[in-house]
């Protein structure tokens, strides 16, 4: 059984405007998908990291996985996971 939801949660670091674009699944085995802005300069994970922990989901309880930053028009975008469920 799987659930899914959309939110306009975000954060901003110096670098980047991170925003929660779906969340899916229920308890332990829900996700958080994670997108950036476009950003002039190369996202990375502690640059993802830190926006997650801004928007009050702190990777120590919620988890990091699946980083990834890639080169798009205007310059670099990333995207990454976390767990919806705290430990």
Not at 63 to 76: K, P, R
Request: aromatic share 12%.
């Amino acid at each position: 059984m799987s659930a899914e939801t959309s939110t306009e949660t975000q954060a901003e670091t110096g670098k980047i405007r991170a925003v929660i674009i779906r969340k899916t699944g229920l308890g332990v085995s829900s996700r958080i998908y994670w997108e950036s802005t476009v950003s002039p300069e190369k996202i990375t994970y502690n640059d993802a990291y830190q926006a997650q922990a801004d928007a009050g989901y702190h990777p120590l309880g919620y988890d990091f996985f699946d980083f990834h930053c890639q080169e798009v028009e205007g310059g670099y975008k990333a995207t990454w996971n976390c767990s919806a469920s705290c430990d």
